[in-house]
């Protein structure tokens, strides 16, 4: 019996990290859409703003346990919540604000072998040759899928630029990915993630002051949509499973998922942009999934 739970508990923590990805795939979407009319640094406020709304009941409702938390690790926990959810929002922003959403989301596909490395760097989990080949496997599967259907030119001179900052943004999340298990398993991963984004978001704020007040009270209508969906179902929704499957799967694992983020958005991107899929791009949904499949195999 106790084997059958576990192995659901397993399950279920795939699927989390699934889901978590898919949604990721959306928010890529929207926020190059909102990186058309906004800055980084406002849209990263307004978007967490939101976000901080809604993990503030949990923040009242666990706050015997918040203030239990010894100070080394809540100081810990809130560089980790300045790190992923402040720095990096403000550098993926950065960065699809100067490439296209379709090739920052094949950058972001380079996260689950950044934490496999940081974590067999750091020796947060062992490295076996099965998630090797299942992380760059993944790689060359978004690629395929990626390849084709999508624009491939950017107007922009600061595309390399972009890119540079979205590589940033995914060596970023890959940290917080290693480092950031600990702190879930000892402490839960939605009370971890409830104070991270809170104090993701407060921290900054003190320094944005009356600007990021002035950012929500001038959002056009279209604006306001974008950032709410971010806000809720892109941060709390997303980042929570994510976070919860993190601590079940390991870094290496439960990053794996985030190479179905680029093939979601581009998804997305035929839906919006009445766009074809083609045989190539289920080839490449076929790499992806072998890949996960591949990673996920323990040594005999």
């Known amino acids: 019996m106790e084997k059958k739970s576990s192995d659901r508990s397993f399950l279920i923590a795939h699927m989390s990290a699934a889901i978590a990805s898919l949604i990721a795939g959306f928010s890529v979407i929207l926020t190059s859409l909102a990186m058309n009319t906004m800055q980084p640094s406002e849209a990263t406020f307004v978007r967490y703003f939101f976000a901080f709304v809604c993990v503030v009941p949990f923040c ?3 706050r015997s346990k918040i203030l239990s938390i010894p100070r080394s ?5 809130s560089a980790l919540g300045i790190l992923f959810y402040f ?3 403000m550098t993926f922003n950065k960065g699809l604000q100067l490439t296209t959403a379709s090739l920052g989301a094949l950058i972001m596909s380079l996260m689950p072998t950044l934490a496999l490395l940081f974590g067999a760097f750091f020796k947060v989990e062992k490295l076996n040759i099965y998630k090797a080949l299942g992380c760059f496997l993944a790689i060359a599967g978004v690629a395929i899928g990626v390849s084709s259907g999508l624009p491939t030119t950017v107007t922009s001179n ?3 630029t972009g890119n540079f900052f979205m590589f940033l943004a995914i060596v970023q999340g890959a940290l917080f990915s290693v480092f950031s298990r600990r702190y879930f398993q000892k402490y839960g991963a939605w009370l971890v993630s409830v104070i991270s984004i809170a104090i993701g978001f407060l921290v900054p704020s003190l320094f944005v002051g009356l600007s990021g007040i002035n950012s929500v009270m001038s959002l056009s209508g ?6 709410l969906i971010l806000g809720t ?15 079940r799967l390991g870094p290496s694992r439960a990053t794996m998922y985030i190479v179905l983020t680029p093939l979601s958005a581009t998804v997305l991107a035929v839906a919006i942009l009445n766009e074809t899929i083609t045989s190539i791009f289920i080839v490449g949904l076929f790499v992806v999934m072998s890949a996960i499949f591949l990673a996920n195999r323990k040594d005999e």
């Open 158 to 160: 600061g595309m390399i």
């Open 222 to 227: 279209l604006e306001f949509l974008y950032l």
């Open 60 to 62: 009242v409702a666990y």
């Open 233 to 247: 179902v892109g941060v709390p929704v997303q980042f929570g499973l994510f976070a919860w499957s993190l601590s």
């Open 87 to 89: 720095i990096f929002p």
């Open 73 to 77: 690790d809540f100081l810990a926990i």
